[in-house]
C-alpha cells in the first residue's frame, strides 16, 4: 500500500498491486501497471503502455504512440505527437473517464486525430 514502482529502462515493467501506489516507467516500448484503488500508471516511454486496474485509478501514456487502459470508472490519459522537421512536437493530450461507452474498460486507446480510438491487439 502507498507504494512505488519504477523503472527507466526500455523493454521493461513497472508493476504494483498496492492500494494509492504509483507504478512509473519512462523507458520505451515499457509497459507501467497498477492493479490497486486509487493508484496511478503511467508511462512517458515511446510505444509504451499504461495500465490501471484498480478502481478510482488512471493510466497515463505520455510517450509517442503510448496506448492506454483502465477499470471502469478509472480515467485513461493519453498525448498525441507529430512529427516534423525539428523533431516531434505534442499536438493533443486528452483524459477521460472510463464509462463503459465511449471509453470501454480493459480496452487499450490510443489518440488519433484528437480522437480515442481502439487498439486493435
Not at 19 to 26: D, E, F, I, K, P
Not at 74 to 88: K, M, P, T, V
Amino acid at each position: 500500500y502507498q507504494s512505488a514502482a519504477t523503472n527507466t529502462g526500455d523493454q521493461s515493467a513497472a508493476t504494483n498491486t498496492g492500494y494509492q501506489s504509483a507504478a512509473t516507467n519512462t523507458g520505451d516500448q515499457s509497459a507501467a501497471t497498477n492493479t490497486g484503488n486509487w493508484s496511478a500508471a503511467t508511462n512517458t516511454g515511446n510505444r509504451s503502455a499504461a495500465t490501471a486496474e484498480g478502481e478510482g485509478s488512471i493510466a497515463l501514456a505520455w510517450g509517442i504512440d503510448g496506448k492506454a487502459k483502465a477499470a471502469l470508472g478509472s480515467y485513461i490519459a493519453l498525448a498525441e505527437w507529430e512529427q516534423d522537421e525539428n523533431g516531434y512536437k505534442l499536438v493533443c493530450a486528452r483524459m477521460h473517464k472510463v464509462d463503459g461507452k465511449i471509453i470501454k474498460p480493459d480496452t487499450f486507446y490510443k489518440l488519433k486525430g484528437g480522437k480515442f480510438v481502439e487498439v486493435k491487439e
